[in-house]
């Protein structure tokens, strides 16, 4: 099931490589050194033993249900594989936001249009009762105008979520490595943002927030 996922969430990305091409502007970048370890965050989260199956269908639930649902960041990329496929097949391009436009993860959920910063909000809701903070990778890549990804550190290793299956990594002893896994051993330029610095209500807002060109 996850291999045939990938597939198609692979001819999701080709077929959409204009997504990320507009530059939202963020604020205070943080450093890469003082990302915290999250393990110390959820030391009581319930390990999850029960595997979510790639096909589960997300749309039986209410954006706050599948908050408290998803409770890992595997779970989290498993929710972006299912709403790339979903928001492609319903509305085709236009379904891609192509950067103009950084919507909260309730109107993602109702139906409002993605690109890799909803693949971030997306992933940053989903986690933020599970003890994720809200941090994102801006990697500026050549490309595109740049590309982002949810990013957490967790028993002294970095991993990442996005809206293409290609954004997840795992146990990476950097952030470049996580770059270079995305970038099949390629490095870029990138910063470190706290979404929610940004986008204080990216969880429920209901009003759209316009991104700029920097």
């Not at 692979?10 to 077929?15: E, H, K, P, Q, V």
Request: a neutral charge; charged letters at 30%; aromatic letters at 14%.
């Amino acid at each position: 099931m996850r291999f045939h996922r990938k597939i198609r969430s692979i001819l999701c990305a080709s077929l959409l490589l204009a997504g990320c091409s507009y530059r939202p502007f963020f604020s205070g970048e943080i450093k890469s050194n003082l990302i915290k370890n999250v393990e110390a965050q959820i030391s009581t989260l319930e390990r999850v033993s029960e595997k979510v199956e790639d096909d589960f269908d997300y749309g039986k639930l209410s954006w706050r249900e599948v908050i408290e649902f998803v409770k890992t960041p595997s779970q989290a990329q498993n929710y972006n594989d299912w709403i790339l496929e979903k928001r492609i097949a319903e509305k085709g391009r236009k379904g891609i936001d192509n950067g103009k436009h950084i919507y909260s993860f309730r109107r993602i959920h109702e139906g409002s249009g993605v690109d890799c910063t909803e693949g971030v909000v997306a992933a940053a809701a989903l986690l933020s009762d599970n003890g994720y903070p809200p941090l994102f990778l801006r990697i500026f890549d050549k490309f595109f105008s740049g590309h982002m990804v949810f990013i957490y550190k967790k028993d002294g290793k970095f991993g990442s979520v996005g809206l293409y299956q290609r954004d997840y990594t795992e146990e990476q002893e950097s952030l470049e490595e996580i770059i270079k896994s995305i970038y099949g051993g390629k490095t870029y330029k990138y910063k470190v943002y706290n979404l929610k610095e940004n986008f204080p209500d990216f969880i429920d807002g209901r009003h759209l927030t316009t991104a700029f060109p920097d």
